[in-house]
């Protein structure tokens, strides 16, 4: 039962460690289920929570500086878009956004939402990056 319970626990902080680092910019799985769950439960916990961290989150890499340059230095719409989900890195954002192509990168767009910048995939509309 001890066993289950390490398990359990593994999982849930594989998982809540995944969510947490979704909101620094990136999401790094597997590697922060391992550490959660190492910590934990030893290397069980360690398998455990690398594996619910996996199955959490997926890695996002971080897009170029030149992305995150031009999306900085684009001027704020007056028409900004206000959405009601929260804004999260690997999480979708509504269809009714209006995503701005990256010239010279077709990998990204970006569009303001509740008065941040957001850079996302164009394709899924997945948030790669907040700016802040």
Same mark, same amino acid.
């Given at each position: 039962m001890k066993t289950k319970? $390490?398990?359990?626990?593994?999982?849930? $902080?594989?998982s809540f460690a995944t969510a947490a680092s979704a909101q620094n910019g990136t999401v790094t799985g597997a590697a922060g289920g391992a550490v959660t769950g190492a910590i934990v439960g030893g290397p069980v916990g360690a398998a455990v929570g690398g594996v619910a961290g996996a199955i959490a989150g997926t890695v996002i890499d971080p897009p170029p500086q030149k992305v995150v340059t031009y999306v900085e230095q684009q001027p704020v719409s007056a028409d900004a878009v206000v959405v009601q989900e929260p804004v999260v890195v690997g999480k979708p954002l509504p269809r009714n956004v209006v995503v701005t192509p990256v010239p010279d990168d077709d990998r990204y767009g970006y569009a303001v939402v509740n008065q941040q910048?957001?850079?996302?995939d164009p394709h899924s509309y997945k948030v790669v990056q907040i700016i802040r």
């Amino acid at each position: 039962m001890k066993t289950k319970l $390490l398990i359990v626990s593994a999982i849930a $902080l594989g998982s809540f460690a995944t969510a947490a680092s979704a909101q620094n910019g990136t999401v790094t799985g597997a590697a922060g289920g391992a550490v959660t769950g190492a910590i934990v439960g030893g290397p069980v916990g360690a398998a455990v929570g690398g594996v619910a961290g996996a199955i959490a989150g997926t890695v996002i890499d971080p897009p170029p500086q030149k992305v995150v340059t031009y999306v900085e230095q684009q001027p704020v719409s007056a028409d900004a878009v206000v959405v009601q989900e929260p804004v999260v890195v690997g999480k979708p954002l509504p269809r009714n956004v209006v995503v701005t192509p990256v010239p010279d990168d077709d990998r990204y767009g970006y569009a303001v939402v509740n008065q941040q910048r957001v850079i996302v995939d164009p394709h899924s509309y997945k948030v790669v990056q907040i700016i802040r």
